[in-house]
Every structure is written in structure tokens, then in C-alpha cells.
């Protein structure tokens, strides 16, 4: 690791927890940086996965208030959330490394379409909400059905995957089955998304393909941008930033179809 790298990795890993508090998708902040030091995309990937897990938990402390009262929701969806998770990292770790270097740019696609729909997703999480009467059974497991479970299984998969995007669709599908108040909701999605990367990390965490140094890197950094979040909250336009991580994300899948 030269000094460039790390500091582009320190840079990027600041960047990337300040997003994820703010608008979501620091991973297409952090992982562009980490291919940019010359990393394998396998490797990337998941020192990526690894050093942003600390934003992620930080968030989930944020939200302890409105969790209080979900017990219920996360024992019903907690396992298949990290079963998910553990599926995900499994079969990614299972992927030769070619193969999904041809599939980051489409996977990096995918996620840049997760950001793009998410303020009409939070629209439509809000008509739902109102037109359920404004609430629930106020967090009862009884609300919890098959089809939420078997969602939020998928998006685990996806979240170790390829981790990008995953705090939207897991806002989708939560906010399409459960209809409850917004920031109950995004608490709860919040620690989900958690579990489903830490579960990830473990998995991760046996092999040889963890880029230890940078994942240090990052850890601490991502750690200093999510705290630093709130306060650009206050003074950015969440919209804009998102579209400037769109852009970003789209730039770099081009960049990377064209070197494929």
C-alpha cells in the first residue's frame, strides 16, 4: 500500500460513512476507490463489505428509541435476514473472480436504480402508511408474513452480495409489507441491514480475500463520516447528494464495461 492509497482509501472511507448517513450508497464511494488502487473487484468487494460495518452499527445505536417497542419484528425477521446474509457471502465467495468482475458493472447498475427510486419508495411507503390508518399493532410479530420474511431473505442474499442499495430494498419491501410510521420502519431496516453485513463479514472474515490494511483503513474512517453525517444532514440536500453518488456509480460502471 503506498501513501496515495491510503489516503485515497481514508478519503473515500469518510466520504462513504457521511453518505450512508445522510443518503445511502457509500459503497459506490468506497469500492470505485479500492479497484482504483489496483485491487482485484473480488477483493474489493469484500474489504469493502469489512470496512464499512461500522457505519452500519452506528446507525442501528441511533435508532435504539425506535426499536424499543420491535422485538417482536426482529425475531421474526432477524433470521432471515442473516440467512440471507449468509447465503450471499457464500455464493459470493463461490464466484470465480472473473465472472463477477464482468457482473460489478451491472450489480454497480443495479444499485445506482435502488438510489435513484428511493424518494418515490419513501413516497410510497408514506401512502401505505395512510392508508392503513396511520399505524399498526405498534411492532406485534402478528403483522409479519411469509412474503416480508421471504423479501427481506433475498435482500440479505443480495446485501452480502454486492452491498450497494441494500438499505433501499430493504426500506421496499418493509415499508410495502408492514405499513407503520417512516422512522420506525427505517430503524428497523437500519439493524437489519446490520445483521445481514456482519453475518457477511463473519463468513468473510475465514477466508484470505480481506485487504486487511485498507479494511483498517476504512473501519476508522467510515466510522469518523458517519459521525460527521448528521451535520452535513443539516446543510445538504440529501437529493443532491444521492445524485451526485448516482453519477458517480454510473460513471464507474461505464468506465468498467469499457475495460471489460
Do not use: H
Amino acid at each position: 500500500m503506498t501513501p496515495a492509497d491510503a489516503l485515497l482509501t481514508a478519503g473515500a472511507g469518510l466520504l462513504a460513512g457521511a453518505v450512508n448517513a445522510v443518503a445511502g450508497g457509500g459503497t459506490l464511494i468506497a469500492f470505485p476507490a479500492l479497484l482504483t488502487t489496483g485491487m482485484p473487484a473480488l477483493t474489493a468487494n469484500i474489504t469493502s463489505s469489512v470496512g464499512l460495518l461500522t457505519g452500519y452499527a452506528g446507525g442501528a445505536l441511533g435508532y435504539r428509541r425506535e426499536l424499543a417497542d420491535q422485538l417482536d419484528r426482529l425475531r421474526a425477521l432477524g433470521p432471515p435476514a442473516m440467512l440471507g446474509g449468509i447465503v450471499g457471502a457464500v455464493v459470493l465467495l463461490a464466484t470465480p473472480s472473473d465472472s463477477f468482475r464482468a457482473l460489478v458493472p451491472y450489480l454497480v447498475l443495479v444499485s445506482c436504480l435502488l438510489l435513484a427510486a428511493q424518494t418515490r419508495l419513501a413516497a410510497l411507503v408514506a401512502r401505505r402508511r395512510a392508508a392503513a390508518g396511520g399505524s399498526d399493532n405498534g411492532g406485534s410479530g402478528n403483522t409479519v408474513t411469509w412474503p416480508t420474511r421471504i423479501g427481506i431473505f433475498v435482500a440479505g442474499v443480495y446485501g452480502s452480495y454486492f452491498g450497494a442499495g441494500l438499505g433501499v430494498l430493504l426500506l421496499g419491501v418493509l415499508g410495502i409489507l408492514l405499513a407503520d410510521d417512516l422512522q420506525r420502519t427505517n430503524a428497523l431496516k437500519t439493524l437489519l441491514a446490520f445483521g445481514v453485513n456482519a453475518v457477511g463479514v463473519a463468513v468473510f472474515l475465514v477466508t484470505a480475500k480481506v485487504a486487511w490494511g485498507y479494511a483498517g483503513i476504512l473501519v476508522v474512517a467510515s466510522l469518523l463520516g458517519g459521525l460527521l453525517g448528521a451535520r452535513i444532514a443539516r446543510r445538504l440536500r440529501p437529493a443532491l447528494l444521492r445524485m451526485a453518488v448516482i453519477t458517480l456509480g454510473v460513471t464507474v460502471a461505464i468506465i468498467l464495461i469499457v475495460r471489460n
